[in-house]
Nanobody
């Protein structure tokens, strides 16, 4: 079983930056894709970004493209989400997820493992 632990959330002002981290442990050799999702109150989780564990190809949601960047450090079993030019509408709980069998990266159902989530709050 893959264990995922996120960190880096917090309260920032609009225009600020934050970097989220997600450390994977246990069974990391089985990971095919890592992703970030976010969930607004009363809404379903939505795709933010994903990265192939090898060779590192990325996808970003249109709403964050140009502001957020996903990256990974395989040696540290860590995936990052660099968030720049944050907006109030980016306020959400952000989740890290791992996929061990290749599937549709945009769908929550494709991911087998999830972190506990980290709150990001952007004040306007």
């Amino acid at each position: 079983q893959v264990q995922l632990v996120e960190s880096g959330g917090g309260l920032v002002q609009a225009g600020d930056s934050l970097m989220l981290s997600c450390v994977a442990s246990e069974g990391t050799s089985t990971i095919a894709v890592m992703g970030w999702f976010r969930q607004f109150p009363g809404k379903e989780r939505e795709f933010v970004a994903s990265i192939l564990w090898q060779p590192g190809n990325t996808h970003h949601a249109e709403s964050v493209r140009g502001r957020f960047t996903i990256s990974r450090d395989n040696a540290k079993n860590t995936v990052y989400l660099q968030m720049n030019s944050l907006k109030a509408e980016d306020t959400a709980v952000y989740y890290c997820a791992a996929m061990v069998r290749y599937g549709n990266v945009y769908r929550t159902s494709s991911y087998q493992y999830w972190g506990q989530g980290t709150q990001v709050t952007v004040s306007s």
